[in-house]
T-cell receptor, first 113, second 116 residues
Framework: NAGVTQTPKFQVLKTGQSMTLQCAQDMNHEYMSWYRQDPGMGLRLIHYSVGAGITDQGEVPNGYNVSRSTTEDFPLRLLSAAPSQTSVYFC????????????FGPGTRLTVT | AQKVTQAQTEISVVEKEDVTLDCVYE???????LFWYKQPPSGELVFLIRRNSFDEQNEISGRYSWNFQKSTSSFNFTITASQVVDSAVYFCALSSHQTGANNLFFGTGTRLTVIP
């Protein structure tokens, strides 16, 4: 099993550009989520999904969009990148909701100039 | 409101010393779950332990041990005989069952440096 995979590993965007961070898991997990990690702030939940076709907002959803068309994939879209979105993004999955162990992907380091 | 506080931003110890990482949490829910994750210099996040609010038994796994005390809302993590490979950022996290059931709240992390 590959576990949770994320692409790309690094990305540089200009302000106003849009892009999609990819996340996939091969463990048949229902719950998937996106976090951003900023220095001194720990990880904060952006969006999550409890199954295909179901998504909801986390703590810091503004500027991001998600969809879940399959169990395996949970892409995160930046609609119009801003310097405040410079961060490391982690995708995670688990067998159930957030009360279960989360399996994290390797992260995507995004810089917005 | 749910909140996790890790007051120790950075800790340095000499190899073979014991070290305790503190975690204090806030929640109004009676059912909740506490976690510790490790983030080594390579950047990935590694699950260490999950504990539910009804199980206050302390847990030991090799050199790692966890002390869960509901009376003080703390879930502290002790590494015995620390090693250089323990150098990492450690995060404590809280998930409550009733409010914000699908949100996992992380503390700001404690960076542990083990000096050889």
């Amino acid at each position: 099993n590959a576990g949770v995979t994320q692409t790309p590993k690094f990305q540089v965007l200009k302000t106003g550009q849009s892009m999609t961070l990819q996340c996939a898991q091969d463990m048949n997990h229902e719950y998937m989520s996106w976090y951003r990690q900023d220095p001194g702030m720990g990880l904060r939940l952006i969006h999550y999904s409890v199954g295909a076709g179901i998504t909801d907002q986390g703590e810091v959803p503004n500027g991001y969009n998600v969809s879940r068309s399959t169990t395996e994939d949970f892409p995160l879209r930046l609609l119009s990148a801003a310097p405040s979105q410079t961060s490391v993004y982690f995708c995670a999955s688990s067998v159930g909701e957030s009360s279960y162990e989360q399996y994290f992907g390797p992260g995507t380091r995004l810089t917005v100039t | 409101a749910q909140k996790v506080t890790q007051a120790q931003t950075e800790i340095s110890v000499v190899e073979k010393e014991d070290v305790t990482l503190d975690c204090v949490y806030e929640t109004r829910d009676t059912t909740y779950y506490l976690f510790w994750y490790k983030q080594p210099p390579s950047g990935e996040l590694v699950f260490l332990i999950r504990r539910n609010s009804f199980d206050e038994q302390n847990e030991i796994s090799g050199r790692y041990s966890w002390n869960f005390q509901k009376s003080t809302s703390s879930f502290n993590f002790t590494i015995t005989a620390s090693q250089v490979v323990d150098s990492a950022v450690y995060f404590c996290a809280l998930s409550s069952h009733q409010t914000g059931a699908n949100n996992l709240f992380f503390g700001t992390g404690t960076r542990l440096t083990v000096i050889p």
